[in-house]
């Protein structure tokens, strides 16, 4: 069985981080109490994924935290890294999880009850559900879902969730109470002056939300 906490789920943008840079965010952030740590940068070569994840994974090692790359399976297998998250649009679940072999956590993008339905739990370990609302770091995502939309995926989902889409730490409550695992986050923690203190209260709200 493969372990990780979806709790406090950091989605690294660099535009946002560049003030303080990826790593650093990242570190702060796990210091901060975030559990995941997600390498996104849609327009680095695999070559600069593969030392920036290498880069992360130093900064991670002995923290508990995991750390998983988007869409780039090549830099995910050459980093080593916890797990590979893929979009609908990027190569299909199972054509992933065949290069990324069984061990590596493989996440997923679901936007709608359809998609999340379809989910084959032998192949995918959790689904990024959202957006819930409207977000500037993602121009292109989908139709926002809202708390009612993200109740509803949820519960057709077969793996583990966590809530992504302009969220905060005031939606703690309501994305744990809509069957949310955690709360994957990019802005609310990323280009903020201190991400440490970003993080942790974010960890606090969702800890709360779990009383």
Same mark, same amino acid.
């Given at each position: ?27 702060? +952030? /796990? ?11 849609? &327009? ?28 780039? /399976?090549?830099? $995910?297998?050459?980093?080593? $890294?916890?797990?590979? &998250? ?6 299909? #679940? ?29 192949? /995918? ?15 292109? &995502? ?26 905060? $730490?005031? &939606?703690?409550?309501?994305?744990? $109470?809509?069957? #949310?695992?955690?709360? +994957? /986050? ?22 709360? #939300?779990?009383?």
């Amino acid at each position: 069985m493969k372990s990780f906490d979806l709790s406090l789920y950091l989605v690294l943008d660099p535009v946002l981080c560049a003030d303080i840079g990826m790593i650093e965010t990242a570190r702060a +952030a /796990v210091a901060g109490g975030a559990t995941i740590v997600q390498l996104r940068d849609k &327009h680095a070569s695999t070559r600069a994924m593969i030392e920036t994840g290498l880069a992360l994974k130093q900064a991670l090692a002995g923290s508990g935290a995991r750390l998983i790359v988007n869409d780039d /399976v090549e830099a $995910a297998i050459a980093i080593g $890294a916890d797990g590979l &998250h893929i979009g609908q649009e990027d190569l299909n #679940a199972q054509d992933a999880r065949h290069m990324i072999g069984p061990d590596m956590i493989l996440g997923l993008s679901v936007e709608t009850e359809a998609l999340a339905s379809a989910i084959d739990a032998k192949i /995918v370990d959790y689904a990024g559900v959202g957006p819930v609302f409207a977000t500037p770091t993602k121009p292109d &995502h989908k139709q926002p879902i809202g708390f009612d939309g993200l109740t509803r995926i949820i519960g057709l989902c077969p793996v583990p969730t966590v809530a992504i889409g302009g969220l905060k $730490a005031e &939606h703690a409550a309501d994305a744990l $109470a809509a069957g #949310a695992d955690g709360l +994957a /986050v990019v802005s609310a923690i990323c280009g903020k002056p201190d991400p440490m203190a970003a993080t942790t209260f974010i960890a606090n709200a969702i800890k709360e #939300a779990r009383k």
